[in-house]
């Protein structure tokens, strides 16, 4: 049997009313497809990905076959078809809702070997094509809708690298080795986010900057600050947003100036931090 791609499966049966498929690509992960859809009657014939299957279910029941036996995924449970295995699915009752993603295997190894400490020269494999894990299965639904909206790149790249990371450490054959002191390299991705905060950085700046890893600097970053890098990118552009908003300036130009998708991202931010909402700090500086 052939392997294919996921958008080749859902061309092989039309969609009927009440059914949806939105595949859309994972920026800043090349050729990494995701799936959000939902079916009543659609079914897939057996087939196979040279890609990892990972994902869940947000609603209702799907039932599908993988390594000789059947499988009943459900809200709260993630799902793990490892490449080439050879799968099915359909709706079990009245349908269901998911979301899936499709990692190569070169992208599981470069986060597998930021885990084990050591290049990755297998496949890792997951152990059960379902588990249960509602905190894992939470953070990959909030992952791949940050992802589908496409507003905060930085967010979305880092939240897919470390939902794969959990799914790496908790499900599959992998030793997770602690993570050592990198002093200079976070040294240095600190003074970026500082001189550079308004432009739309990526962790794959940060990769270049550093020398390290994409996953692997996550780790060294949160390990040296407390924060991962996103949330401490955040911090720095609220910084810099209050200095703009004391001076008086308007909180959509200073949304639009400290690299924030806008204002509404600028107001959750600035208010997760200080309790009031940028248009309330300004007028409190400003009479």
């Known amino acids: 049997m052939e392997s294919v791609t996921q958008g080749e499966t859902l061309g092989l049966e039309p969609l009927v009313a009440g059914e949806r498929a939105k595949l859309f690509p994972a920026a800043r992960f090349d050729g990494l497809d995701c799936l959000a859809a939902t079916f009543r009657s659609h079914a897939y014939a057996p087939h196979r ?11 209702g029941c799907e039932t599908f076959c993988v390594r000789g036996a059947r499988h009943y995924a459900k809200p709260g449970l993630l799902t793990f078809v490892n490449p080439l295995e050879t799968h099915d699915g359909e709706p079990y009752g009245a349908g269901y809702s998911y979301r899936m993603t499709y990692p190569e295997v070169a992208l599981m190894q470069e986060v597998a070997a930021s885990l084990s400490g050591r290049e990755a020269t297998g496949t890792p494999f997951f152990r059960e094509p379902l588990v249960e894990d509602a905190e894992g299965a939470a953070l990959f639904v909030a992952t791949h809708r940050a992802i589908e909206e496409g507003g905060d790149l930085f967010a979305g790249e880092e939240m897919l690298l470390r939902f794969y990371a959990r799914c790496l450490a908790e499900h599959a ?3 997770v080795q602690p993570i050592g002191a990198e002093v200079g390299p976070v040294a240095l991705a600190r003074e970026l986010f500082e001189a550079r905060y308004e432009e739309d950085l990526s962790l794959a700046d940060l990769a270049r900057l550093t020398g390290l890893p994409r996953h692997h600097l996550i780790r060294a970053f949160r390990r040296e600050t407390g924060l991962t890098p996103h949330a401490y990118l955040v911090d720095v552009r609220v910084r810099r947003a209050r200095e703009r908003l004391r001076r008086g300036e308007m909180p959509g130009d200073v949304a639009a100036a400290t690299g924030f ?3 509404p991202h600028l107001t959750r931010a600035f208010k997760a931090r200080f309790g009031v909402t940028p248009g309330a700090f300004r007028a409190a500086h400003t009479g």
């Open 49 to 59: 990905h040279e890609s990892y299957v990972i994902g869940t279910i947000e609603a």
């Open 173 to 175: 054959d992998l030793a």
């Open 261 to 263: 998708c806008d204002q």
